[in-house]
């Protein structure tokens, strides 16, 4: 399967995001993807209101997300706002597409490095799988790379890749982190990972809006035995990978990691 990793930029317009969507999933399907993933808060940046701009799944935002997708026939993966409780908002992954039509609402917070993501955001309760083209995909978000247990239970629920969007923090060892976060949580689930972030704002003169995460880059794909096939720096830019399903039960022959795991 063909599938293409978008690291875009996204700004405080959600109608100028949804040009950069239509732009790179246009080039993604150009380069032959089924498949193009977009990163976290693809809608609006971090570091600006989200409660003005959260729709519900069948509102005009995402209605034009499925437009694009429909109209290029490619699987899309985007980042969105949806209304929460308590007037905060989802941070939510739509996928649609040629016969895909679903959602992820992020489970794990971003507490963390001075940021309090549950001020604003209500967090989601469940995992969230998807098949495109005979491959199944499993569902996480930024923070939730650092919990493998989601990992592990979309691989139990049949995902043989695991796809990550985000909008990383920038900071001292960041990068670092995300760089061993994501090639881990393809050993520990013998999945591949498609690691899509937020570029860096500092590569297209833009400065970080205080200490919201808005990005870093380092988009990657990794193997299910944690090689890089393919990465970024931290520039706006696609990357277009053919990754074999077939490899995951070689692998976890070889690996039976999720097999020999033991409850405690």
Same mark, same amino acid.
């Given at each position: 399967?063909?599938?293409?990793?978008?690291?875009?930029?996204?700004?405080?317009?959600?109608?100028?995001?949804?040009?950069?969507?239509?732009? =790179?999933?246009?080039?993604?399907?150009?380069?032959?993807?089924?498949?193009?993933?977009?990163?976290?808060?693809?809608?609006?940046?971090? $570091?600006?209101?989200?409660?003005?701009?959260?729709?519900?799944?069948?509102?005009?935002?995402?209605?034009?997300?499925?437009?694009?997708?429909?109209?290029?026939?490619?699987?899309?993966?985007?980042?969105?706002?949806?209304?929460?409780?308590?007037?905060?908002?989802?941070?939510?992954?739509?996928?649609? $597409?040629? $016969?895909?039509?679903?959602? =992820?609402?992020?489970?794990?917070? %971003?507490?963390?490095?001075?940021?309090?993501?549950?001020?604003?955001?209500?967090?989601?309760?469940?995992?969230?799988? %998807?098949?495109?083209?005979?491959?199944?995909?499993?569902?996480?978000?930024? =923070?939730?790379?650092?919990?493998?247990?989601?990992?592990?239970?979309?691989? #139990?629920?049949?995902?043989?890749?695991?796809?990550?969007?985000?909008?990383?923090?920038?900071?001292?060892?960041?990068?670092?982190?995300?760089?061993?976060?994501?090639?881990?949580?393809?050993?520990?689930?013998?999945?591949?990972?498609?690691?899509?972030?937020?570029?860096?704002?500092?590569?297209? $003169?833009?400065?970080?809006?205080?200490?919201?995460?808005?990005?870093?880059?380092?988009?990657?794909?990794?193997?299910?035995?944690?090689?890089?096939?393919?990465?970024?720096?931290?520039?706006?830019?696609?990357?277009?990978?053919?990754?074999?399903?077939?490899?995951?039960?070689?692998?976890?022959? #070889?690996?039976?990691?999720?097999?020999?795991?033991?409850?405690?």
């Amino acid at each position: 399967m063909r599938l293409a990793v978008a690291q875009i930029i996204s700004s405080a317009d959600p109608a100028s995001n949804l040009e950069l969507i239509r732009d =790179y999933a246009t080039q993604a399907k150009a380069a032959g993807a089924g498949l193009v993933v977009f990163p976290e808060a693809a809608m609006r940046a971090f $570091g600006h209101s989200l409660t003005g701009i959260a729709e519900p799944l069948d509102g005009p935002w995402a209605e034009k997300v499925r437009g694009i997708a429909m109209e290029l026939d490619i699987a899309v993966v985007a980042g969105m706002f949806t209304p929460g409780k308590d007037g905060r908002v989802r941070n939510t992954l739509l996928v649609t $597409g040629p $016969g895909v039509d679903t959602s =992820y609402d992020k489970v794990h917070l %971003f507490d963390a490095f001075g940021f309090t993501e549950s001020k604003t955001v209500d967090a989601g309760e469940k995992p969230v799988t %998807f098949e495109v083209n005979g491959t199944v995909f499993g569902l996480a978000t930024c =923070y939730d790379v650092r919990f493998p247990a989601l990992f592990t239970a979309n691989a #139990k629920a049949g995902a043989q890749v695991n796809i990550v969007c985000a909008s990383w923090g920038a900071g001292e060892g960041k990068a670092e982190q995300w760089d061993l976060l994501v090639r881990a949580r393809a050993l520990d689930s013998t999945t591949f990972v498609v690691a899509c972030g937020q570029g860096d704002p500092e590569t297209i $003169g833009a400065g970080p809006a205080g200490s919201a995460p808005t990005g870093i880059g380092h988009s990657a794909v990794i193997s299910p035995l944690g090689s890089a096939l393919a990465s970024l720096d931290g520039k706006p830019g696609l990357a277009v990978v053919d990754i074999d399903p077939s490899l995951v039960e070689e692998v976890r022959t #070889k690996l039976p990691v999720l097999a020999n795991a033991r409850q405690f």
